[in-house]
């Protein structure tokens, strides 16, 4: 158990931010955090090797959330537990007057947020990102320009029009 | 512009700079190609702007200590095995736990299977509990009296031997116990106080699959449970108290029940 221990528990506080973004309610992330782990520490053994552990945690806590979202016992909150989730003094943003960046992170659909929260906070490659969410890279990028022109939007930095001289390119 | 990488500038290498993705030759690349595109430069000047909020705002849950609920310890605690007859049944429920979790967990990519629904035990105990705590005057059916009586009647109805665990060292003093109906056998709870008026129950029937398992963690409101099977019987421990004690609890009565320890009576 000591390498489980060793491997598992410095995901965890990566595990709990992530589960915290996505439910804004303390209790109820580590909740769901612990139900994670125990998922993941019951597959061990038939873990992939060669597959990233961090994606594979990352996987089992964002299925789990969704499972019980689908069985409404996972309820999401509203702004009013905000101040519960992290002191807002700590968004440089907040003293000028200007929206709370988690409230457009709340705005923003799942899979748009997901992607945001591992890209940018979590720093998950893009690789890592799209098997945490089962999808190609090319899906985790068109995700990615969504959330992050919504969140321009929300947080009124920036015009969001993209301009003609932008395409992608592999 | 360098000779060593001329592809265009893309979404993707815009998305990289902002998450810093980039080395250093492509970087200069895209900075270059930006400084001719200010409307571009904008929008990548924003998007490092929600990126950084995003991170200072969510860093503090990030720098606090893991809860002690989530060490692996207690999560998947490794039980001691307590002779070797246990040992054939002990590693089949691990196992078969181990399936059950990873069924639908094939190579990368794969997203691990649905849960299995709140164990209807567990929400059988807590239900007793809610229903059973809030009794001020008759809280048990029997009420312990220091004689066999109590624990011959539940052990009888429910057709395994039913002992209470001595918790005084945990706090908890044995109130009495009443039989549940439980699906096809009753299951036993017996109540426990301590000075401050805190119940506790024990749930406990028979009909569980052999061999041992984890302690599962459940927390429903404001009241936290701990279940686990051992050789047969079901177990789940409910309190409205924190994780830790109830843990205590939890490990007392499984060291009790499987002979590491002395019951009450």
Same mark, same amino acid.
């Given at each position: 158990?000591?390498?489980?221990?060793?491997?598992?528990?410095? #995901?965890?506080?990566?595990?709990?931010?992530?589960?915290?973004?996505?439910?804004?309610?303390?209790?109820?992330?580590?909740?769901?955090?612990?139900?994670?782990?125990?998922?993941?520490?019951?597959?061990?053994? #038939?873990?992939?090797?060669?597959?990233?552990?961090?994606?594979?945690?990352?996987?089992?806590?964002?299925?789990?959330?969704?499972?019980?979202?689908?069985?409404?016992?996972?309820?999401?909150?509203?702004?009013? $537990?905000?101040?519960?989730?992290?002191?807002?003094?700590?968004?440089?943003?907040?003293?000028?007057?200007?929206?709370?960046? $988690?409230?457009?992170?709340?705005?923003?659909?799942?899979? #748009?947020?997901?992607?945001?929260?591992?890209?940018?906070?979590?720093?998950?490659?893009?690789?890592?990102?799209?098997?945490?969410?089962?999808?190609?890279?090319?899906?985790?990028?068109?995700?990615?320009?969504?959330?992050?022109?919504?969140?321009?939007?929300?947080?009124?930095?920036?015009?969001?029009?993209?301009?003609?001289? $932008?395409?992608?390119?592999? | 512009?360098?000779? !060593?990488?001329?592809?265009? /500038?893309?979404?993707?290498?815009?998305?990289?700079? /902002?998450?810093?993705?980039?080395?250093?030759?492509?970087?200069?690349? =895209?900075?270059?190609?930006?400084?001719?595109?200010?409307?571009?430069?904008?929008?990548?000047?924003?998007?490092?702007?929600?990126?950084? %909020?995003?991170?200072? %705002?969510?860093?503090?849950?990030?720098?606090?200590?893991?809860?002690?609920?989530?060490?692996?310890?207690?999560?998947?605690?490794? %039980?001691?095995? %307590?002779? !070797?007859?246990?040992?054939?049944?002990?590693?089949?429920?691990?196992?078969?736990?181990?399936?059950?979790?990873?069924?639908?967990?094939?190579?990368?990519?794969?997203?691990?299977?649905?849960?299995?629904?709140?164990? &209807?035990?567990? +929400?059988?105990?807590?239900?007793?509990?809610?229903?059973?705590?809030?009794?001020? =005057?008759?809280?048990?059916? =029997?009420?312990?009296?220091?004689?066999?009586?109590?624990? +011959?009647?539940?052990?009888?109805? /429910?057709?395994?031997?039913?002992?209470?665990?001595?918790?005084?060292?945990?706090?908890?003093?044995?109130?009495?116990?009443?039989?549940? &109906?439980?699906?096809?056998?009753?299951?036993?709870?017996?109540?426990?106080?301590?000075?401050?008026?805190?119940?506790?129950?024990?749930? !406990?029937?028979?009909?569980?699959?052999?061999?041992?398992?984890?302690?599962?963690?459940?927390?429903?409101?404001?009241?936290?449970?701990?279940?686990?099977?051992?050789?047969?019987?079901?177990?789940?421990?409910?309190?409205?108290?924190?994780?830790?004690?109830?843990?205590? /609890?939890?490990?007392?009565?499984?060291?009790?029940?499987?002979?590491?320890?002395?019951?009450? +009576?």
């Amino acid at each position: 158990m000591d390498d489980l221990a060793a491997l598992i528990e410095p #995901q965890i506080p990566g595990l709990r931010r992530y589960a915290v973004a996505l439910l804004r309610e303390r209790e109820a992330a580590d909740d769901l955090v612990q139900d994670a782990l125990e998922r993941a520490i019951r597959a061990w053994p #038939q873990r992939r090797r060669d597959g990233d552990l961090r994606a594979w945690l990352f996987a089992i806590l964002r299925n789990r959330y969704l499972e019980g979202v689908r069985r409404r016992r996972v309820v999401e909150v509203g702004t009013e $537990l905000l101040d519960d989730v992290a002191d807002a003094s700590a968004d440089p943003g907040a003293g000028l007057g200007v929206r709370d960046v $988690l409230d457009g992170l709340a705005a923003l659909p799942e899979e #748009q947020r997901s992607v945001l929260l591992l890209v940018a906070v979590e720093d998950m490659s893009y690789a890592d990102a799209a098997a945490v969410l089962a999808v190609p890279v090319g899906t985790v990028m068109s995700r990615l320009s969504r959330a992050r022109g919504r969140m321009r939007a929300f947080l009124d930095l920036a015009p969001t029009v993209v301009t003609g001289h $932008l395409r992608r390119v592999k | 512009m360098t000779a !060593s990488d001329p592809r265009p /500038v893309g979404e993707d290498d815009l998305h990289a700079l /902002v998450d810093g993705r980039l080395d250093p030759g492509r970087r200069a690349v =895209v900075e270059a190609w930006l400084a001719e595109h200010p409307d571009a430069a904008a929008r990548i000047a924003a998007d490092g702007q929600v990126r950084a %909020r995003l991170r200072a %705002r969510l860093a503090p849950i990030a720098d606090e200590p893991i809860p002690a609920r989530l060490r692996v310890a207690h999560l998947a605690r490794p %039980r001691p095995v %307590r002779s !070797s007859r246990w040992l054939p049944g002990a590693a089949a429920a691990l196992v078969c736990l181990a399936l059950g979790g990873a069924a639908g967990w094939i190579g990368r990519g794969a997203v691990p299977p649905a849960a299995a629904p709140a164990e &209807p035990m567990t +929400q059988a105990a807590v239900s007793a509990f809610r229903t059973y705590v809030v009794e001020a =005057v008759h809280p048990v059916e =029997v009420r312990a009296d220091g004689t066999p009586h109590l624990e +011959q009647w539940l052990s009888r109805r /429910v057709g395994r031997p039913v002992r209470a665990p001595d918790l005084r060292a945990q706090g908890f003093r044995l109130m009495g116990g009443r039989l549940l &109906p439980a699906g096809d056998e009753p299951a036993a709870m017996l109540m426990y106080d301590d000075d401050r008026g805190t119940r506790l129950t024990l749930y !406990s029937r028979a009909g569980a699959a052999g061999g041992r398992g984890v302690f599962r963690y459940a927390r429903e409101g404001d009241v936290a449970a701990f279940s686990w099977i051992d050789a047969g019987m079901a177990y789940v421990v409910t309190a409205r108290t924190d994780e830790a004690r109830l843990l205590r /609890v939890a490990e007392a009565v499984d060291a009790q029940a499987s002979g590491r320890g002395n019951g009450l +009576q």
